[in-house]
């Protein structure tokens, strides 16, 4: 993605100087299972698997607090910091 809207001396940056300072928590199995079930159940075609991914991810962390500007993140229960 930041390849695509940014170009290749963006995703090098990123690489460079973001993902050194950040968490990564990769999927696995139980959570995509949860994810995709959760997109089915939703049933709603602007709540997309990433959401849905996301959503189980956070909860899993037991974070609260989102900085985002989804919208549906704050649908879920999430308190989204300005």
Same mark, same amino acid.
């Given at each position: ?21 950040? &968490? !990564?928590?990769?999927? *696995?199995?139980?959570?995509?299972? @949860?994810?995709?079930?959760?997109? =089915?159940?939703?049933?709603?075609? &602007? !709540?997309?698997?990433? *959401?849905?991914?996301?959503?189980? @991810?956070?909860?899993?962390?037991? =974070? ?19």
């Amino acid at each position: 993605m930041v390849q695509n809207r940014l170009g290749l001396d963006a995703v090098r940056a990123f690489q460079d100087d973001i993902i050194p300072i950040i &968490n !990564i928590h990769w999927v *696995d199995e139980r959570i995509h299972n @949860i994810a995709i079930s959760s997109l =089915l159940t939703a049933h709603r075609k &602007n !709540i997309s698997f990433i *959401d849905c991914t996301s959503f189980e @991810i956070i909860r899993y962390l037991g =974070l609260k607090k989102v900085f985002t500007f989804d919208s549906h993140f704050k649908e879920q229960g999430f308190e989204v910091l300005p």
